[in-house]
């Protein structure tokens, strides 16, 4: 398994902006981000194949959410742009081997999971 640390996160008024960052060391093809709201399913929010830098996201989120990653400091961020009341949840990064393009939205694919990070919007 590939360590994570994640950071970021926090309260944030609706419209705000908040960054999310996840370092993977070590072996790793896909890097993603999933969430979990109370009562409701994890579900995924956006992935990014690291060979190819090609990104997945899940329904409209692009519009407001972008990838990017730092090779040098194996970190992908996750910013997130005109946030709503209803993405607050957990947000986790999560890493695969698994290589396929696009990047995988299942996330029994992913093997290594990050702690979880608190974002909270307020309306």
């Known amino acids: 398994q590939v360590p994570l640390v994640e950071s970021g996160g926090g309260l944030v008024q609706a419209g705000g902006s908040l960054r999310l960052s996840c370092t993977a060391s070590g072996r790793t093809n896909t890097m993603g981000w999933f969430r979990q709201a109370p009562g409701k399913e994890r579900e995924f929010v956006a992935a990014?194949?690291?060979?190819?830098?090609?990104?997945s996201y899940a329904g409209s989120m692009n519009e407001r959410f972008s990838l990017f990653r730092d090779n040098a400091k194996e970190t992908l961020y996750l910013e997130m742009n005109n946030l709503k009341p209803e993405d607050t949840a957990v947000y986790r990064c999560?890493?695969?081997?698994?290589?396929?393009?696009?990047?995988?939205?299942?996330?029994?694919?992913?093997?290594?999971w990050g702690q979880g990070a608190q974002v909270t919007v307020s309306s």
């Open positions: 999560a890493t695969s081997i698994t290589a396929v393009y696009p990047p995988t939205r299942d996330p029994h694919d992913y093997d290594t």
């Open positions: 990014m194949h690291l060979i190819t830098g090609g990104t």
